[in-house]
């Protein structure tokens, strides 16, 4: 099934599928429900391009199997492991990246 | 270039030990300034080997070469347009696809490259085994395995590079391949650019144009609109195929050919039991462990820096001021010697004893602990605190910093990702109550009314930074942004690196902070000897006296502009003007409470708005300063009203 990568438990494992960011979502940030979020990814904002394209660059393309080692406590980052490398990714950021997991 | 003088660059991801490279070649022979223009930091050095003067530049550690940050951008430009004669990339063995990915965009530069296989003995130690021999054939490029540390294969580096350069050796770099229909496109789009004159190469324009790459799209744009509408059409075309951006869809593909390349050359046969290591980052980064951890390094580091600057600045001051009747032989007690003495030598003496003393191991330990790994777990740590003032984790850093100088803090704002972020985190660091204000709280309110006072007046400041961090985050256009950061393995830090960058960040300080000092000095000097004490105390009053409620007989108020050109010297002033050290004679509890506030919340000192300026330019140095000042007295004045209701 498809979850949010910050949806993840501790040491799960899942594939990349996408990197969701919906117009006009300038002012969302925080916990906030996926439904009837855009899953276009044509004319992104450029802060998005930005932000997407780092994570993108640090190996989180789609189709990467990715795993959840530990988040920080107070809806703090992620610690996830990507082909070899350990990565902290803020939880807004984790929130937007779509995976794979077999449950 | 002349004919046995040649240019080298280094490029390579972060913490793949390019910076302890770069100092076994250069020695002691370097330069550290600023790429023209730029906040972005540029290592230069020279470096004589086998009758050849080479110059080595040290780029940026970077992990891709779009425009994600002002590193990518100088680092591509540096790159394409100065032309290195040979870019050597510094790969981090124990993560070689990660780091082949970036190898594979060096190439698309076309630039003549040969590798360093660095950390050999981190990949080693993981169990890694990698035949360089093979990924030498796949890369169409000389691959060096070096462990940095300890020096070797850094000779064979510059060898083969030699090599390279004089061109004793032909060898074909690789054009990493992607899927047909990509290709096709590519193919397209340089064949239009090849007809233009651009400093890039047509094929990585083509590439980087179907990545939706801004800069590029707004260079070509200017030579050639057709040519981006053209690439704009064809990446839609390959949107539609593959169901994912243009972009995504080239660095998947990218990342593909590292992939498979490191499936070819790699073996992994994982320890058995998990390192010493892996033990530490656990521990350190553990939900409930890693705050504890935290706050006990963080505050024994503060303690021991403090213990240690106490001790050698009282002790430099003192040998110091030994000097006085030596210069006031030399240049009498007139107003000449006044002006020596006070202004200039005084100022000196000021940045001595806070340079040496505290600066410095500040900057050693912070580095030791960067190298070290540690720092990106604090900001792992504090990530979500730093949110509640829309920053992330990794601003912590200079805010913990600012606490002991502002300026450091200021300068470590370069960190930060965006031009927004490191705005915002160098404001909150200007509102950190730094050493010199501590001893300002501990010095008059924590002596003379009381300690529970002084630690209120702290809980205070870091409220109001809280808060104005909160208000400055909502009006400051922009995104909030996230935190994404590598946490490399923990390692025992080089030191000569470290003793290196410790230096270079302490001369920086000295140079920017010390002409500022003694004009600073110089000012309050000739205030003094000119007698425009009273006048000014005067012209003050209806803010100081009426507003402030500070003493009207002692020209108390005074201080508090003194105290922008050199803080740590505001008790002293003090002490000077109202004649005793015995503060309590003159002035109420509220009023130095009053005093305090002030002191603590506006501009920490001049030096500081120097490095703003630096950092950000005139305006908003400018604004950030007035602000604060304004801001300071606003508080004064209520929390004087106020506390005249209690007391």
């Known amino acids: 099934m498809e979850l949010r990568l910050s949806d993840l438990r501790n040491g799960e494992s899942g594939t990349i599928t996408s990197m969701g960011v919906s117009r006009g979502s300038h002012r969302m940030h925080g916990r906030r429900s996926g439904h009837g979020m855009h899953r276009s990814f044509y004319h992104l904002h450029h802060r998005d391009w930005g932000f997407i394209k780092r994570l993108e660059d640090m190996g989180l393309t789609p189709g990467t199997e990715v795993t959840v080692v530990k988040s920080a406590p107070f809806n703090g980052p992620l610690e996830v492991s990507v082909r070899g490398s350990r990565l902290a990714i803020g939880r807004g950021m984790a929130e937007r990246i779509f995976v794979e997991v077999k449950r | ?647």
């Open chain 2, 1 to 647: 270039m002349t004919e046995n003088n040649f240019t080298i660059a280094l490029a390579g991801n972060a913490n793949v030990g390019k910076s302890v490279i770069f100092n076994q070649l250069t020695g002691l022979h370097q330069h550290i300034g600023n790429w023209p223009g730029k906040t972005v930091e540029k290592a230069e050095g020279t470096l004589h080997f086998k009758g050849y003067s080479i110059d080595v530049i040290d780029l940026p550690g970077i992990y891709s070469l779009s425009t994600f940050s002002l590193e990518e951008l100088v680092s591509r430009e540096y790159i394409a347009v100065e032309r290195p004669d040979l870019v050597i990339n510094i790969v981090d063995a124990s993560l070689l696809e990660r780091n082949l990915f970036f190898t594979l965009q060096l190439l698309e530069l076309e630039t003549p490259m040969i590798m360093a296989l660095n950390q050999m003995d981190m990949a080693k130690r993981k169990g890694i085994k990698i035949d360089h021999e093979k990924l030498e054939k796949l890369l169409g490029i000389p691959v060096i395995p070096t462990v940095a540390v300890s020096g070797t294969g850094i000779y064979e580096l510059l060898e083969k590079a030699i090599e390279i350069i004089e061109k004793r050796v032909n060898m074909k770099p690789l054009k990493a391949q992607y899927g047909k229909e990509i290709e096709e496109r590519i193919a397209k789009i340089s064949n239009l650019v090849e007809k233009i004159q651009f400093k890039y190469p047509a094929r990585w324009v083509a590439i980087k144009l179907l990545e939706e790459d801004k800069e590029v799209e707004k260079e070509i744009l200017k030579i050639n609109p057709k040519i981006v509408s053209t690439a704009e059409k064809l990446a839609r075309e390959i949107e539609e195929i593959h169901g994912h951006s243009c972009s995504t869809v080239v660095t998947s593909e990218r990342y593909e050919v590292a992939s498979k390349m490191v499936r070819e050359v790699q073996e992994i046969t994982p320890p058995m039991k998990p390192p010493m290591r892996e033990r530490i980052h656990t521990l350190t980064t553990h939900k409930i462990f890693g705050y504890p951890i935290m706050a006990v390094s963080v505050l024994s580091i503060f303690y021991a820096i403090f213990t240690f600057g106490d001790y050698t600045s009282g002790f430099l001051g003192d040998s110091l001021f030994g000097l006085k009747p030596i210069f006031d032989g030399m240049f009498g007690t007139g107003v000449a010697g006044k002006l020596v003495w006070g202004g200039v030598m005084e100022g000196i003496i000021g940045g001595v004893t806070v340079a040496l003393p505290y600066i410095l191991p500040f900057y050693f330990i912070l580095y030791f602990l960067e190298d070290s790994g540690y720092l990106s777990r604090i900001a792992f740590l504090m990530d979500n605190i730093m949110h509640k003032i829309g920053l992330h984790g990794k601003a912590f850093i200079p805010v913990m910093l600012g606490f002991g100088c502002n300026v450091p803090g200021c300068l470590g704002c370069r960190i930060m990702e965006t031009e927004r972020e490191r705005l915002l985190t160098a404001f909150v660091v200007t509102l950190v109550p730094c050493a010199a204000t501590t001893v300002i709280i501990l010095g008059l309110v924590g002596a003379f009314v009381s300690i529970q006072w002084a630690l209120a007046l702290y809980i205070i400041n870091l409220l109001i930074i809280f808060l104005l961090g909160r208000l400055a985050f909502k009006a400051l256009p922009g995104e909030p942004t996230a935190l994404i950061m590598e946490m490399h393995d923990y390692r025992v830090p080089h030191l000569k690196t470290v003793l290196k960058q410790t230096w270079f960040r302490l001369w920086e300080f000295i140079k920017m902070a010390f002409p500022l000092i003694i004009v600073g000095s110089l000012v309050i000097k000739m205030i003094e000897i000119l007698n425009l004490l009273e006048p000014i105390a005067n012209v003050l009053s209806p803010v100081t006296v009426t507003w402030l409620g500070m003493p009207a007989e002692y020209p108390i108020g005074i201080t508090l502009i003194f105290g922008v050109l050199r803080k740590e010297l505001t008790l002293i002033m003090l002490a000077t003007l109202v004649g005793t050290t015995n503060f309590a004679e003159v002035m109420t509890p509220v009023q130095m409470i009053v005093f305090t506030l002030v002191a603590m919340l506006y501009i920490p000192c001049i030096a500081t708005i120097a490095a703003l300026v630096r950092e950000f330019g005139w305006k908003k140095a400018w604004f950030i300063t007035v602000f604060e000042i304004v801001f300071a007295i606003l508080v004064g004045g209520i929390a004087f009203r106020l506390l005249m209701l209690v007391y």
